[in-house]
């Protein structure tokens, strides 16, 4: 083999894509396809070979968790759930002052919101993100130009970019596949022919032959692809993309009755929990009914013992007046037997006299003392009967509240029933001719949105996240990519506004400029 092994056993062998798609929502037709590139593409993110800020980190963790256990659901995930999983780069774990949890809890937010996801779905959203990233499907090789500067050359699918030695984020100079005519190298030195002829040819300087062999190849295929998909479709892709639909749409029509399924029986689970609810609430009527009962109850036998005890303190008056009254008819005979003894016999007047005040003063007081006596058996008669007249109507409050709780109970019962190996050649120089069909090469690419500005909701919980997470951020730790990554927030670019801006002019202009870095 022309490549160097390692010394290892087993050999471990590792298969890339060579050539990114420039949109994976049109190009990726098979799944199995779409399952690889994201494999490589996360990897990818999680190893830091593709600068990913924070907040997009933690919405690329939940559709990866969505692509391994599917939908959340509360009853299955339990808190933990996500702890034996690699979910962020080691950089952006470093630098924020977050456990494991506070981190679950945010991508638990990002995982609830994509209910009824299935997870191919799931894949090429998070692969949709992913290309809006800086430095998606870009090859970097070191490079100088005429004036000895340090460059980095960018080779992806829409074109060929030149960077500054000190930021892979942001180029600074671009050149779009279709206007260029002719690659060649000879030794290091590499030549780039554009098709503007009044244009200087673009020659830079890689520090290997090796380099020169495999960006040469990169060119040749990405420049084919470039124009490929600028053409109408092959028979070939034609049937992969109808078979492809048929596969979605029979898919859909699944994840429809699927869809259908979870919901009758969610439908189903929230009437037995408000069943339960209702169950639940009956339940406790009850027993507030039952212990209104009971204190009616302990309330009544009150009014009964008062109203036995008002009885016997009416019969004790009675029973006193009966006596007074009986104590006045004897004071009465002695009175009249005393005034025949003193019409009788007539002795000693006075003492007779005396003796008769003294009866007639002890007669008035006995009938002053049976007049109250009478006062007081009225007015416990009159208590009594208002007792009497309570007691009824408790009686029949308490035989309503029981007839109302049987009611109730028997209500409640019927209710709860229911890298890749190139054979190098041996010959130090090559020149590819790059042909442009005579059709017009569009390049749709400087009209493209990211997502998150198709997306405006998106948009929005994509900063308040970064807000939040830059609270818990230190400002210690951040790199080189994490500083060139918020200035080009700050200006308002991303990778496709900055793509039109290192494309303005024409050719001559920005090769004079890459010559002048």
């Known amino acids: 083999m022309a490549q160097d092994v390692k010394k290892e056993n087993p050999l471990q062998f590792r298969f890339r894509v060579k050539f990114y798609p420039e949109d994976v929502g049109q190009e990726l037709i098979q799944d199995i396809t779409r399952k690889l590139f994201y494999l490589q593409v996360k990897e990818a993110i999680m190893d830091e070979d593709i600068y990913c800020p924070p907040e997009t980190a933690v919405l690329l963790a939940s559709y990866s968790i969505q692509v391994k256990y599917g939908e959340y659901r509360k009853s299955d995930h339990n808190r933990g759930y996500l702890s034996s999983e690699r979910l962020l780069p080691n950089r952006i774990l470093q630098q924020h002052k977050l456990t494991k949890d506070q981190w679950e809890d945010r991508i638990q937010v990002w995982h609830e919101e994509h ?49 500054e030695k000190n930021d892979r984020l942001s180029p600074k100079i671009g050149f779009p596949w279709n206007e260029i005519r002719n690659i060649s190298y000879n030794e290091k030195k590499f030549i780039i022919k554009p098709i503007d002829k009044k244009a200087p040819d673009f020659v ?12 040469l190849l990169l060119c040749i295929g ?13 028979i070939e892709v034609q049937q992969m993309k109808a078979q492809a639909k048929e596969e979605k749409l029979q898919r859909m029509l699944e994840r429809e009755q699927l869809d259908r399924e979870k919901q009758r029986r969610e439908r189903i689970e929230r009437e037995k929990e408000e069943m339960e609810q209702e169950k639940y609430k009956l339940m406790m009527r009850l027993d507030e009914y039952e212990e209104t009962t009971k204190r009616a109850e302990r309330e009544l036998q009150e009014q009964l013992d008062r ?10 008056v009675e029973e006193e007046a009966r006596r007074l009254e009986a104590e006045r008819m004897e004071a009465i005979i002695a009175k009249e037997e005393l005034a025949r003894q003193a019409e009788d016999q007539l002795k000693s007047q006075e003492q007779l006299a ?16 049976r007049r109250v006596k009478e006062e007081e058996a009225v ?27 049987v009611t109730r109970a028997s209500s409640s019962s019927s209710s709860s029933s229911e890298s890749d190996h190139e054979q190098e050649q041996e010959n130090s120089s090559y020149s590819a001719e790059l042909q ?19 997306n405006l909701r998106l948009q929005k919980q994509l900063l308040t996240l970064s807000s939040d997470l830059e609270l818990s951020r230190d400002q210690a730790m951040k790199s080189q990519y994490d500083l060139l990554h918020a200035e080009n927030v700050r200006r308002g670019r991303d990778k496709y506004k900055t793509l039109r801006q290192i494309r303005q002019g024409n050719t001559k202009q920005r090769i004079d400029e890459f010559e002048a870095l």
Request: proline residues 1%.
């Open 204 to 215: 830079f300087y890689a520090p290997r032959l090796r380099v020169n062999k495999r960006i």
């Open 354 to 369: 005396a003796e008769l005040a003294e009866y007639t003063a002890k007669i008035t007081l006995l009938e002053e003392a």
């Open 436 to 454: 442009i069909p005579a059709i017009t090469v569009h390049r749709y690419e400087e009209e493209r949105l990211t997502e998150a500005e198709k």
């Open 379 to 405: 007015t416990w008669q009159s208590k009594a009967q208002e007792v009497e007249v309570s007691l009824l109507k408790t009686k029949e409050e308490l035989q309503l509240v029981r007839t109302t709780s």
């Open 222 to 234: 990405n420049h084919e692809l470039f124009v490929n998909r600028r053409r109408a479709d092959s």
């Open 115 to 163: 209910k009824y996801m299935i997870k191919e779905d799931a894949m090429l959203e998070y692969l949709k993100i992913a290309q809006d990233l800086e430095m998606y499907g870009v090859n970097y090789f070191d490079i100088k130009n005429k004036k000895g500067t340090d460059l980095w050359l960018g080779v992806d699918a829409l074109g060929l970019n030149i960077y």
């Open 307 to 316: 109203a036995m005890r008002l009885e016997e303190e009416r019969r004790r």
